[in-house]
C-alpha cells in the first residue's frame, strides 16, 4: 500500500513537472518595449584568425513604464566566451560586464520612452571557424548575430573584410573592401551569413574552431559521497521520477512520430535534405562586367582605386554594369576566385566575380569518407543554422556552431516580462554591493 502511494505521489509530481515544461515553453506575446534601428558589425579577420570585432548600435525606447523602467542597461548576446579586449568606444557605455556569451552593457543615463542611444564597443573574439567544414581544404566562418525575441531590427548591417575570402553566402554587395550584408528583421527573427577562406589563408588551429566538449555528470554514490541508505533512497527517488518522464516522453513520442514522419517528407520534396541524404555544397559563380568613368560626371574628380563611389560628391562612378557569362569572357579561367579584376587593356574595365556556395542534396554516405577535424561536443543551442551560444541559438546547417546568438533585449527582463521591477531591483542591489 505504501509503496502504490509512493508510485502515485511520483507519478502526480511528474505530471506537474511535464506540465510545467509544456506551459513555461509557450510563446508570450508582449507588445513591443523598443526597437533597434540600426544595429552595425564590422568584422576584420587577424593573422591568427582571430577576429577583431566592433559593433555599432542605435537602439530606441518605445516604452517605459511611465518613467519608471527607463533603459539603463542591456543584455547582448555574442558569438561564446572565447573574446578579449572589451572596448566601449562612445561616452553612451559607462562600463561593460562579461558575463561569457552575453554582455551586460551599462549605460551613461536612463534613456526614456521616444528616445534613442547610440553605442558602440570592440572586441577580439576567437573560436569562430570551422576547418574543412563543407570541402576538404577551406575553412568556413559561420555568424548570426545577437537576435531580440520581443522587438524587431530595422535595419542589420554586418561588414566583413573581404581580404582573401574565396566565398561567401548569402549573396552581398562590396563596398571599399569589405562585403557587406543587410537585413531587416521582425522580433525573433535571425541572420545568417558565412565567409569561407582557403586553409592557408590565416592561422587557422584545430584546437581553436568553434565548439567544445562536455562533462559528464557525476551521479550520487556512497562511493562518491552520495550518503548511506538515506542518499541511495533519494537517488532512487530521482531515478524513478525520470524513468517516469522517459515514460511520458516516450507515449507522446509514439503520438508525434506520424507528424514528425510526414514534417520530414515534406522536407524531403522542398529542400531534397531528409530521408537518406545529406547536405553538400557546389559553387556558383557570378561574374559582373564593369566599366567606370575616368573623372566623375558630377564634380569632375579622378576616380580612385577600389571605390565605386566619388570621395568627394559620392556621385556613382560606373558607367556601365552587366552579368557576363563565363563564354562571354576571354580567359573565364582567370576569374573563379571571388574579387574584382581588371579586364582587357581598359584602366576603367573590371571583373567583380562573386562566389556562393550552394547546399545541395546528394546520398548519405555508409561509411566516413567525408571526414572533419572540428572538434565535436554540445551546445547550448536548438540549431537551425549556427551557433554555440546561450538561450536559443538557431542553426542552419551544420552546428558546431560559430555565431553570436544568445537572445538579446532589455535588462533584466525575460521573454514573457519584461519589465520584472523585482529582478532589475535585485540584480542592481548585486551590482552595488560587488562596488562596496
Known sequence: MKTAKKSAALLLLAAVLLFGLLFSAAPAHAAATDEILNFTITVDVNDDASLNMTYHIEWKVLYDGGGKEKLEWVDLGVPNKYHENITPLSSTVSRIKDNGSKLAIYLDRG????????????????????IDKWVQGETVYTFTPAWFDGFSVDNLVIRWN?????AWQPDCFEEDGYLVFEESLSPGGR???????????????????SGGGSVDPVLP?????????????????????????????????????????????IRWIVGGT??????????????????????????????EEGKDNCPYCGRSMIK????????????????????TYRYGDSPNTYIRVNVVN???????????????????????SSCAS???????????????????????GRAGCSVKDFFRADVHEERLKVDSKRKG
Open 111 to 130: 534613456y526614456g520612452k521616444n528616445e534613442v542611444v547610440t553605442f558602440e564597443f570592440s572586441m577580439k573574439q576567437d573560436h569562430m571557424y570551422q
Open 162 to 166: 573581404a581580404d582573401k575570402a574565396g
Open 191 to 209: 541572420f545568417t551569413m558565412s565567409v569561407t577562406y582557403p586553409n592557408d589563408a590565416f592561422g587557422f588551429d584545430v584546437s581553436r574552431q
Open 221 to 265: 554514490t556512497e562511493e562518491n559521497g552520495g550518503g548511506g541508505n538515506g542518499g541511495g533512497n533519494i537517488f532512487r527517488g530521482i531515478m524513478e521520477v525520470v524513468g517516469i518522464l522517459l515514460a511520458v516522453v516516450m507515449v507522446l513520442g509514439v503520438i508525434a512520430g506520424p507528424f514528425v514522419l510526414i514534417f520530414k517528407f
Open 274 to 303: 531528409g530521408f537518406g541524404s545529406e547536405q553538400a555544397t557546389e559553387k556558383k559563380i557570378t561574374r559582373t562586367k564593369i566599366e567606370y568613368y575616368d573623372n566623375c560626371p558630377s564634380c569632375g574628380s579622378a576616380r
Open 320 to 339: 556601365s554594369k552587366e552579368v557576363v557569362e563565363e563564354s562571354q569572357i576571354e580567359k573565364p579561367e582567370k576569374y573563379r576566385l571571388a574579387g
Open 358 to 380: 550552394i547546399p545541395v542534396s546528394r546520398p548519405r554516405s555508409s561509411g566516413g569518407s567525408r571526414s572533419t577535424r572540428s572538434g565535436g561536443g554540445s551546445h547550448h
Open 386 to 408: 549556427s551557433c554555440a551560444c546561450v538561450s536559443s541559438c538557431a542553426c542552419a546547417s551544420s552546428c558546431a556552431c560559430a555565431c553570436a546568438c544568445a537572445s538579446s
